[in-house]
């Protein structure tokens, strides 16, 4: 379970750097990476800079976050093609010359060496660092990051390459900011999943412990799960930790099975460990997830202790040849509760699973000849002692009714492993 | 096929307001669908700023990047609830008094009407907007975006809901900014989507094109396709176009069968076109992968027509008693080629289809107790005339090696429906 933590006191700037998050080519991912690993040991970002590869922006960007911030982190423009102008920048924002380093020159034809190409002269660029940065090595590619100080900041440099950024800031950032920087506030969120509700019926379970006490609500809608999003701030972190357990020991008790877990827990985690823990395995027989829902239990590593396959029955005849469903079940259509039920019946035999679980429906748009609307679907659950289903009309487009019924199917094993088998929840 | 295309001569910034965006617990993806939305229509962002919900911090941003730009786009904050400081914080920039507009307030309480709720008296904020800004009627939600000028600049101010700011970007603010200003230079990129290549091999395959033409060059690994980019200017958006399509017809000649795609087109679309033009059908048999081929494959509406379906056999005995493998065929081990090839053949003629593909393999971390390392993946093809199958060493991460075994058991699809039976590809 992820704790995220902010140090409220300490004021810390990203910049990231690249044409290519302009344009909206590649989203953004290396400041989400930067907030959470800041967050873990008690700092939050204050803000966040995107510039393109220009070199004056760059100046200008490096000089203007760094006289507003304690500490900032630079990332992307390390590379060795024309357009990474990182150093070269950072080296001109703060007035100091390029210095050559012989051993990361080395470093860099030891790599072309290794296969068997020259070095192009370009890429001696990633030999040179702002006199008397400090160097943070190499972390699996050529590009080394640095660290100096500048107008009374901090300022980290770093590739834009996500593995090599997060090694560099792992090994060589968070220890330097933690030992400068002490966290006189401290905030803490929790994110309580749940899937079941939507966002305004959970809202009403918790509406009395809005706005009384010291801790903050949000809702986020996440196209399946409904996050209830709790927030604390204390002098210490441990107090702010204190009001947040003590919170989400009240909502825990408000939402019951509603809650499936928090932060970033995934239900099949959760539904893996309680299979696990029972000793029990799944077989799943696929119509409107087509595989999706197999795929989603094999994420979790160690999966094939409880996963044992299943049948994707697309195709209408599918369900009759291969699962052995009676034709007569299919002339009405197959989005129906009771052919959802005797798929899952029919997988669990086929497979020697202790449970089925079975999914049918229309993603859209259309209705691929079905009677029903698109964004019907239908989710059931076969065990030794019956078979469970329900029918639901879900929002969205394809791709999103097919993750909700993919979830939905998890949540209702979840519920059945549970030992709950008939809770009032719209998937 | 996407073309983005881009004015550089207008200043155009973005900034996103949000806690959650700082803190990490959410990708700001509104970025991308502004900058793409801008893109198609020829003009490029200079600069996004991500700020958090802070009434200084807000009010600070939008004087700093208004004072540098010609338009700004803002996004998030315009909720009902007390984090929500948007329209207070831009009314304060902009130096002008917040207006009530009953309208807002009478479709506010409309809204809370049908759900059966009260309005609370907090949620008229969302109906005051700054005196003299033009109103963008809300779009699905509560919230009302607006446009106005301060500091030669057009400010658009738009809800964070991404399917919201993206109609009000689309109704309002990409016309308006259409009508001021005029591309004056324009500059296009092309990504060319190719599989079966690193990114240094592909590079050998176009050296003697990078840095002599117009055309920049650039290579992205997306774990699994490796794009080549290709970006040109021009005087006009024709004159960009006419250079990057004569470059395109360049890459396309060295690359062959390696390009499946441009932009965005995902693997399984045109895997798809391919099978829906043939009239042929498929059927999936998958170990490693779990259903993610599958459900890839019905990712794209009409699936149906092509789909028949598949066995999960996850389990090693479901490859036997299932799909019918002989046992003495998986007393090996079942990542061999010749199980891979075994489950695709079966599995084609189960499900009565034209072309049979497989996948096995060791996701890891561990060996799941076969004698081959993780990342050890084999994918077969059967079809009426014969089989094909390919053992590759795949690198990355449990979720990383998935997903390449997915896009390379549909990539050995897409050669054989193109005809090309024996490439010389690493997966």
Redesign the interface.
Known sequence: MST?M?DISTRISVLTVGD??????????N??????SL?EVGF?????????DDID?IVG?VRALSAESDVLVVTGGLGP?N?DLTNEAVAKAVERPLEFHGHLAANLRAFFES?G?PMPDENLKQAHLPEGAREIPPAGGTAAGFMLEYDGALIAVLPGVPREMQDMLASDVIPEVSSRFAATHARV?R?IMTFGLGE?ELASLVTDRIGVGPV?Y?F?VMGGPVVV?LTATGKTMSEALEIIESEQLEVEKRLGPLMYGVDDEPMEEIVGNLLREKGLTVA?A?SL???????R???V????DY?????????ND?KR??LGLPGKLLADGAVQTEVAEAMAASVRK???ADIGIATSGI????T?GEKKPPGTACVALAYEGGVFSLERRLPGY??MV?NIATLASLNLLRLHLLGILNPSYQP
């Open positions: 995220p902010a290519e998050l302009l344009s909206g080519e590649v989203v953004d991912t400041m989400q990476s930067i907030a959470k967050g939050f970002v204050s803000r966040h800079l995107t510039v393109g922006e960007a093609t357009d296969m190409r969120t994110r305004s903050q949000g986020l999003k799943v696929e997830t087509a595989g999706m829902v197999g795929a239990i094999a994420n590593p160690g999966a094939s996963l044992r396959g299943g049948v994707i029955a697309y195709a599918i040849e291969v086929m497979f020697l993603a859209g748009p259309g691929g394809r791709q097919r």
